[in-house]
């Protein structure tokens, strides 16, 4: 646990609010090592929670509203009545609160006075690490621990997936929130999005690193062509399911994808598709590469992955093409892929730890020399999911 962004958020929100706070509370960002834009496409998720993440300082108010600050935006106290929690989204930050807020509400929250919250992290915004799923479940901890809410972490999920797509207008799939709400520290989540299944399983990569690598282009998905790559993939499988009786794409197989191909034929959606069913059959190979400790075939999965994602699904650009294509060449990479939902953000590379100053050396260069501004480089552990910090991590 980082103890100085602790210490920092408990002294902002004394400065901030006058009071020392009652409750600190973390939630992680989370990376997926394979299995992108799958989860909507009823496939398989590879996802991990790690130690980059949003702190919040919490404490009663004295006049029963929500006063909420947040260092990363720097703005503004925000005051929010309780009548206010049934409003619409204002666009703003405070969405994610008033979201979480409503969703818990229903689920038979009672909100007996109100709170000061103070927020701060080190989890870059719009980075592609999923710091509005973090923030969503962050709130949703805060809430159900302050008010003694009995709700258990895959509701609390469930919540967050709700507040995306029905609060905010994003067609998102439940992975984000799922690998937050439900990560482990050292393990990964191998999600079946069809039935909810799970298993964790260990990541040990000997001595080797997960690298982050930051494009520094700040992703908006909603403006973006999330939501277009939905509809293209829920085109291609109406055009599927007049001949073979499935419910998805994960529910197809490279092969089968090839034979009835022809139902489609139409090369946007067939690129768009074979991303999808290809994209899952990865995914459960990675999962059995990493479980017999097969890291140069777990490593070429991940770089077939980006490959798909660039070509068939098209979410990348030049900055996350750059940083990929820039990793794959240096000593001591296992395999390198955006991860996320692309459109900027963030790319990850398995980095021989002997290697990886190096490595952050030779791809700022080429990264600068080609986009004119640098990236930014993490090394983050996997972690656990939201939580209240307790004293022995509160020093």
């Known amino acids: 646990m980082a103890s100085k962004i602790i210490a920092d958020t408990r002294k902002g929100f004394e400065d901030k609010f006058n009071q020392k706070p009652e409750h600190l509370f973390f939630s992680p960002g989370r990376i997926n090592l394979i299995g992108e834009h799958t989860d909507y496409n009823g496939g398989h998720v590879f996802p991990c929670a ?4 949003i702190y919040a300082a919490v404490g009663k108010s004295s006049d029963n509203e929500f006063h909420l600050f947040s260092a990363n935006f720097n703005d503004e106290i925000n005051d929010i009545s309780s009548n206010q929690l049934t409003s619409p989204k204002q666009n703003q930050w405070t969405d994610y609160f008033t979201g979480m807020a409503q969703e818990l509400i229903k689920a038979g929250l009672k909100i007996n006075g ?66 937050i709400g439900m990560g482990k520290k050292n393990q990964a989540t191998l999600l079946d999005t069809n039935t909810m299944k799970y298993e964790y399983l260990p990541i040990d990569l000997g001595d080797n690193l997960i690298v982050i690598m930051n494009t520094c282009k700040p992703r908006a998905l909603v403006e973006s062509k999330y939501n277009e790559r939905r509809k293209e993939c829920e085109d291609a499988l109406k055009l599927l399911q007049t001949k073979l009786s499935i419910k998805s794409l994960g529910d197809l197989t490279n ?23 290809s994209e899952n059959q990865r995914t459960l190979k990675a999962a059995e590469a990493l ?37 794959l060449k240096q000593e001591g990479v296992f395999g390198s ?12 590379a398995i980095v021989n730890q002997d290697h990886v100053d190096e490595f952050k050396k030779q791809v700022q260069t080429a990264y600068t020399d080609e986009i004119g501004h640098p990236a930014e480089f993490y090394l983050a552990k996997i972690s656990d999911g939201p939580r209240e910090i307790q004293a022995e991590e509160n020093k």
């Open 50 to 53: 790690i130690t980059l993440g």
């Open 114 to 179: 109100g709170l000061n919250i103070y927020i701060d992290g080190d989890l870059p915004n719009s980075s592609g690490l999923s710091s509005s799923a973090a923030l969503e479940l962050l709130c949703g901890t805060i809430l159900s621990t302050c008010y003694h809410l009995s709700i258990d972490m895959l509701e609390l999920v469930k919540a967050g997936q709700r507040v995306e797509n029905n609060y905010l207008g994003l067609n998102t799939g439940i992975m984000d929130q799922f690998a």
């Open 255 to 277: 092969e089968q994808f090839d034979e009835y191909s022809y139902l489609i034929y139409d090369p946007i959606l067939i690129k768009r598709a074979r991303h999808a069913v």
């Open 291 to 327: 479980k017999s400790h097969q890291l140069a075939e777990f490593g070429r999965l991940i770089s077939a992955s980006g490959v798909s994602l660039a070509y068939d699904y098209e979410v990348t650009g030049k900055e996350l093409d750059t940083l990929v294509k820039t990793a």
């Open 337 to 348: 892929r955006m991860t996320g939902a692309g459109f900027g953000g963030c790319a990850i």
